[in-house]
Every structure is written in structure tokens, then in C-alpha cells.
């Protein structure tokens, strides 16, 4: 279709983009590689292959322990799901709808998933395959906010949910003309007594109708209200069932307090909590990065934990998020190239010997030079590849003995902590929350602690103190085969202990306990991990956290990118300081929608469409005249009378355009500022009002420098 400029019928013109005139560079943006110049050759693609691998040990790891600790709950549920209907009360007025309200803060959707995942009817090839004593199973549909937007639609959404599910798994055929409303829970109701028509006699119990709905805060609590009182008066003949996922604190009860007693006489609330706040947090660093039984591939670091522990505590307790966290922690560590050792599989050791590789090398090498207090007398002792990978292999062993120490003596001192605090020693809690501690423990840092602790095991009882060392037994028993040498010595003192209360008194035991306790804690367990050799390897360390990929800044970043568009679009690696490009450009050379925001900071609360529209025509008429005459070098001669006359011929006046050349360029002006126009019109820079046509409102007035 040809465009028609001057048909007054279009509202609307559209000016596709055709791209640049030269097609001369059409690589577009260079790759993120913030060290490309000491990287290998194959660098990336290898970091990226050990990336994957480790985080998915990590990953798994947390996963299990979230599991564990949301399992208890999750096999309660799913237990009185099963026994909704059995032992009903007698003597009620009405039948009660069994509604389960699950309180998840901290896992979002991820619970409620897999209680539907244990609850789906499982599938055979054969119906008679199902054994008796397993049961149909149940049905279940998912209802989310949208869905349920009025009473028609949520009833709609319900019973489509269900019907479309066949219980011979044959495909459902219905004649619209013959068949009952797609949101009549009649037709429900038809459909559940072939489900029971299709079952063997044997069958003890019939399949519940399980209605899963996600977000429950966010529905409409008047729709609500006609759903429930509508699926209440059929549950003789439908066994339904409402699961509720809620994000809301367990108290108050977003339930009672949202919806009439009327409503509530008709449901049979079963509330659950999930574990959740800092102590699940805690339960998920320290049995990943601090257990004694699991040594992750790659071990965070205290920036890391630090903003764990912020992010957490003031934005949100999902665990979607730590995993989100630790997931950017990992990907941003093996943006180092020398984070290629810590690849599990093997790699092509040749890539070593390119000369493209040398200033990995050189790096390589500074690093083992700084681990290294001074050249010896013999000369420097790695020669050749062989030696500096058999390097890299020791110091990978002294930070995994490092870490295995440390984390031994880390949680005997949680251990010996936390038995003083259920004794009632207030004083034993200290200034530093575990967090805290887990960095303080990173850092080198924590003998001071430890020396309190063992001081406050002086006060403690003959009887307390054989708690102390059940529980400290507890710790070193079984422990694996790579630290089992470092709780040795650990094991070695409990023997001595027990000795002691057959010859000594209760004070002499305390302190002799306390005296060991404080040597132990002083003896060098803990050291700063960035002190020993290749660290940044299998540590992050104090690496910043790249918290603007967690936490961005839409607003600055769409205004500083409309402002300053080149400093935006150029690569990151120059240097974008105040004498950037974007900054020393002429208002001439800008995008249009750039102008048209300089000249819109300038106005005031109301915007006169024409005004601006002027404004905007002036400075594309600078430009225009510079892309026609662009300006010529000055001479380096020095003389008077060359320079002049060289001047006057810059200024010779062009030839007048005639006029319809003047209406074309006029048309083309327009064109162009009505898609700068309507372009932060769409962003929401402007806001139409109905008593000026002819001018528009601001809505953006402070803009950062």
C-alpha cells in the first residue's frame, strides 16, 4: 500500500526504520568480555561448560535442603488432602468445603507445584494397572488472578479446567447445542458422575477435585465470595477442594480478615506455615558453604553474604531469590580467565602454548610471584607448563585444607555457642549474627569469639558440661574421609575429657575444657583466604557483588540513556567520564527524541505542543544546514589576508529553495517530530489533558545528573 501523506482519513503515519546508508559495519555490539586481553583463545566457551557444572552442584545442593525442611509440611498436607472428607463432624447445618490456605512467603509457587505434582492422578497405559490401595488419584485445575476477573469466568475457568480432563483418556467431543454453559457447575457435575460410572467397584475412595489457586491476595473478594458459596452448596456430589498460595505472614490470617463470617461458615480452614525468615536463610549458606559433609566447587565470599543476608531481609524472603543470587555470584566469578582451572573435566592443555595465550600466562605467573615471599637461590622454580599446573594443583589443596579447617572450627564454635544460649547464657549470643560470623571466619577473624566462648564454659556445670561434649561428640562422628584429620585432635580431647571427671572436680574440669576450647579457637583455624596462592580461583572473595543486575535502576538508566544516548550505546570499556562523547556533542547531533527531551526539561508543568514543536524545528534546521555545509579546517598559515578571504567564501549564502522543496522539508520536520513525539508519549513522559488539546502535561521532573 503507498503511503498517502495527504489523506486526512490517517491518524497516523509510520516511518520504518531502514537502517543506516552503509552497510560497510553490520557486526553489531561486541561481546561482554571484561578481561578479552588476557583471555584464552577459548577462554569463555570452557568457563562458561565449568560454570554450568558447578552451579549445578550447588544448585542441587540447596534444592535439597529446601526440600528437606519443606518435606514435613508438604507430607502433612497431602495427608489431610487425602482424608478431606473422612470423619466429617456430625451435626452441622451445612456441608463445610475443606480449603487448605498454605503460607509461603519464601517459596512462592515452588510449594505449591509440588504438593500438585504428589496429589496428580497418575497415568497408565492400562486403567486396570492401578492397584486398589493406591487410588485414582485426584484431578486438579490451577485458577490464577486473571482468570477470574468476575463470577462467569471464574466459574468458566474452574469447571473448564476439570471437564477437559477424560477419564478413559479419550478426547472430549461436546455439542455446544446439546451441552450445558462451559461455566455451569452442572456440567461439572455430569462430568464427575462418569468419572464415578468409570471406576471398578472395588474402589474405596473417589478422585477429590483439587482447585489450586496461586496468589490468592490478588483475586477479587467479592468474585470470591459467589465461587465459594456457588462450589459449596454441590460438595455432596463434587469433592472439592481449594488449596490457597499465599504470600501473605500467617498472622493475621489473610483469610479471616478479609472475607465475611458468612463466607467463612462455609469453609473448613486448614492453615500451614512454611519455614521461613533468616533461620531458613541460615539453614541454606551453612549447610552448602559451611557443612562438613559437602565442599562446594566454588566458595562465596563475604561481599557475597553480605548481600545475601540485605537482599533477604529488606526486599523479600523467596527463596527464588538466594538461588538467584548465588547463581549471579557464580556466573560473575568465572568472569575471571583464571577461573578456567577450576574446570572439572579436562581441557586442551595446548591452547597454553599459543602465543595468544602469554598474557594469560604473565597473570598466571603475577600470581604465583605475589604467593611467593622471594625468588629462591637456585632461581625461579617454575620453568615450563608442567611445573605451573602442578602449581596450581598444590595451591588448590592448601585453600581446600584452608577451607575444610575452617569450617570444622566454624561450627564447633556455632556448636559450643548455641548449647550456652538453650542453657540460658544470654551473654553467649554476642554482637555478631551468624552471618557475621561466617564472614568474620572467611576474613581470619574470629579468635576473639572464640576466646569469649571458651571463657563463658568456666561457669558451666559438671552436668552441663557432659551435655557440652555429647553434643560436641555429635559433630565430630562420621565426619568424611577429607576432614576426618582435622577432628582428630578434636576427638583426641573428648577422650582426655571423659577422663577427667573420674579424678578432678567440676572447676578443674571447666577449666581445663575452657583452657582447650580458647587454644583451639587461637591455634590458626581461621585465616584470610585471600592471602593464600590462586585464590581467586575457587574463592570469590571480596569480589563486589554485581548487584545492579539484582537490583537495577530502570528509571535512571531510560533517562540517562534518552539524555546521553552515544555514552550509552558505546562500549563500556572506554572511558565515559564527564568529557564523554554524548556530553561535548552539539543539541544538533542528537536523536530526535533526545532533543525533544532537552527542550522538554526546559519547559515548565504544561507543554504548549506548538511551542515545542518549534523549538524542535529550529534545532533540526541547525542541523540541516551543518549537514549541508559542514565546516571547513582552518588554515595553519598565519597570514592575514589568506585567512579572510578563505572566510568569505565559507560564508557565500546558498541558493534559495524554492517553495515546494520548503513545504517538503516542512512535512518531513513533522514527520519526524511526531515519532519523537509519540515515542515518549508511549514511555509515559507526557500526560494528555482534556482542557488544553494543544497542550500536554509533564510527568518527569526530577532528573538525575
Known sequence: MALNLDDINQTTIYIPYEGP??????????????????????GPEIRLRAYRAAWSRCLNRVQSIVHQLYDPVADEIVTQIEDAYEGVLPGLPYPEMPVFAISAPSSGSTFVNEIAQRMERPVFEDEYEMEADEGPGAYITHLRPSDCTSVMNAMKA??????????????????????????????????????RDSLDDDVETLPP????????????????????????????????????????????????????????????VHEFTLPSGEEILEKIVMETFFSLEFEPPIMIGPWVIDFLIDFFSRHTYSVDGVLTILQL????????????????????????????????????????????????????PITDIPALLEFKNQAEADLQAHLRDARLAFRLMRCVQEFLVRQGYRKAEMEKDPFEMMCAALRGGLAREGKYLGLLVKKLSVEKLKGLLSDIRVLVTDLPPQTSEYGAPIVSFLDEALELFDVHDGAEIAEGISGWLVRYFADGHFVNLEELKLWEIWYTGSTPFPSEMINPSPRATVLSGLLYPYEYVESSTEDTGDNSTSKRRALWGLPDITILLRRYLDAGRMINIFDWYESFAVVLENQREHIMNPPTPKPKSGRGKTKGKKAVEAKKPQEDEDEDREE???MYVQARFMRALHELDFLGFIKHTGRKPDHVMRTVFDIPE
Not at 467431543?173 to 450445558?180: E, G, H, M
Not at 500467617?250 to 473448613?268: N, V
Request: charged share 20%.
Open 21 to 42: 546508508e552503509s552497510d560497510d559495519d553490520e557486526s553489531g555490539p561486541e561481546p561482554y568480555a571484561p578481561y578479552a586481553e588476557r583471555d584464552l583463545p577459548e
Open 158 to 195: 474452574l469447571v473448564s479446567g476439570f471437564v477437559v480432563q477424560s477419564p478413559d483418556g479419550q478426547d472430549v467431543k461436546r455439542k455446544p447445542t446439546t451441552s450445558l454453559a462451559n461455566y455451569d457447575i452442572q456440567l461439572l457435575g455430569v462430568w464427575y458422575d462418569a468419572i
Open 209 to 268: 477435585l483439587l482447585v489450586f489457586m496461586h496468589e490468592f491476595e490478588q483475586f477479587d473478594d467479592v468474585v470470591m465470595q459467589d465461587v465459594i458459596y456457588i462450589c459449596s452448596a454441590h460438595i455432596t456430589r463434587l469433592p472439592l477442594i481449594f488449596i490457597l498460595s499465599l504470600s501473605s505472614p500467617p498472622s493475621p490470617s489473610f483469610i479471616h480478615t478479609t472475607y465475611p463470617r458468612s463466607t467463612l461458615a462455609l469453609l473448613q
Open 329 to 380: 555470584a557464580y556466573l560473575k566469578h568465572f568472569d575471571e580467565p583464571l577461573t578456567i582451572f577450576a574446570a572439572e573435566h579436562d581441557w586442551p592443555l595446548d591452547i597454553l602454548e599459543h602465543p595468544s595465550a602469554f598474557p594469560f600466562l604473565d597473570r598466571l605467573l603475577a600470581s604465583t610471584l605475589d604467593a611467593q615471599s622471594s625468588r629462591s637461590a637456585k632461581g625461579w
Open 664 to 666: 517538503e522539508w516542512k
